[in-house]
């Protein structure tokens, strides 16, 4: 059963940095690129990142260009999100998905999604 | 960046009844549309893909049609457990893009 556990949110003061974990269980993590989604309270989905499965080619949206940062650990099975310089903007629940495995673009369609870890960036 | 214009914001019906979703996208994305299903307190499922595939386990009433900027998502015969938030998104450019999201509630 494939298996997506994030961590790492909690409240950060704007211009603090955190880093968010995904840990995957039950597949081969080192076959599948893996984005970051977030949601804002009350709105929908917005893409964050994007990482391929070799870790070689990674992607940002415009609103976090410059700021945060992904990464993938393949010995640990863990996708990173390191954020720095957070602004109020930024809160939202984080989510790791993984891309479908018919796909081995970055951009391929989102088939499983952790249960999120909530970032929340106030003074 | 590709904006998904979802309509309408609100479907308000009764199970059994047909849903018809649409999404419009502001510029051709061929059939890289993907929709989602969400719950309260849940991450977004993923339904249907490139347009007209359906995901793992995901029942036959659901199903997608469309190209370039015009796409929809059908659900014949709705049943209670499809009362939820529906997402289209391209995943033909980057940024990916999401649309505003479809409420379908019970009336």
């Known amino acids: 059963e494939v298996q997506l556990l994030e961590s790492g949110g909690g409240l950060v003061q704007p211009g603090g940095s955190l880093r968010l974990s995904c840990v995957a269980s039950?597949?081969?993590?080192?076959?599948?690129?893996m984005n970051w989604v977030r949601q804002a309270p009350g709105k929908g989905p917005e893409w964050v990142s994007g990482i391929n499965n070799g870790a070689a080619n990674t992607y940002y949206a415009d609103s976090v260009k410059g700021r945060f940062a992904i990464s993938r650990d393949t010995s640990t099975n863990t996708l990173f999100l390191h954020m720095n310089n957070v602004r109020v903007g930024d809160t939202a629940v984080y989510y790791c998905?993984?891309?479908?495995?018919?796909?081995?673009?970055?951009?391929?369609?989102?088939?499983?999604w952790g249960q999120g870890t909530l970032v929340t960036v106030s003074s | 960046e590709i904006v998904l214009t979802q309509s309408p914001a609100v479907l308000s019906l009764s199970p059994g009844e047909t849903a018809t979703l649409s999404c419009r996208a502001s510029e051709t994305i061929g059939n890289n549309v993907v929709w989602y299903q969400q719950k309260p307190g849940q991450a977004p499922r993923l339904l249907i893909y490139d347009t007209s595939n359906r995901a793992t386990g995901v029942p036959a009433r659901f199903s997608g049609s469309g190209s370039q900027t015009g796409f929809a998502l059908t659900i014949s015969g709705l049943a209670t457990e499809d009362f939820a938030i529906y997402y289209c998104?391209?995943?033909?450019?980057?940024?990916?893009?999401f649309g505003g999201g479809t409420k379908v509630e019970l009336k």
């Open positions: 039950g597949f081969v993590f080192k076959n599948h690129a």
């Open positions: 998905a993984r891309v479908h495995s018919d796909y081995y673009q970055t951009n391929g369609p989102l088939e499983f």
């Open positions: 998104q391209q995943r033909r450019f980057w940024p990916l893009t």
